[in-house]
């Protein structure tokens, strides 16, 4: 049997972490969700994920802040940053602390979709 591709949502929106929820079990993902960044650590610490996705403005710890930590944690994991207040300064910080992908808010689920989907077919790959 395959094992599903481990999600951890790492967001302060309620409605987003929501909606990330429905799209991504949808899909067939196993989802788990986090409103902080100290939650993220302690669960990134009991247990592997294939992907992160992290909103970078949160109260306490924000996503630049907590990338490191998680890569020390999790070095093969995924990490999505998402922000309202994208800009090219934080996509660039972001790929330089180990984030896969940067999505500026507001983006289309079929973009998050298939920036997933395309991550694991390179993952896939890359194994082979």
Known sequence: METKVKILIVDDDQEMLRLLQDVLVREGYAV???????EALIKLRG???DFIILDNVMPGLNGLELLPGIKVLQPDANVILITAF??????LAAMGKGATA????????SVLIQMIKKTLEQRASAAS
Request: a negative charge; glycine letters at 12%; proline letters at 8%.
């Open 86 to 91: 994208g800009d090219r300064e934080t996509a």
């Open 102 to 109: 940067y999505l500026a808010k507001p983006f289309g689920m």
């Open 32 to 38: 788990s969700l986090t409103q902080d960044g100290s």
């Open 47 to 49: 247990e592997p994920y």
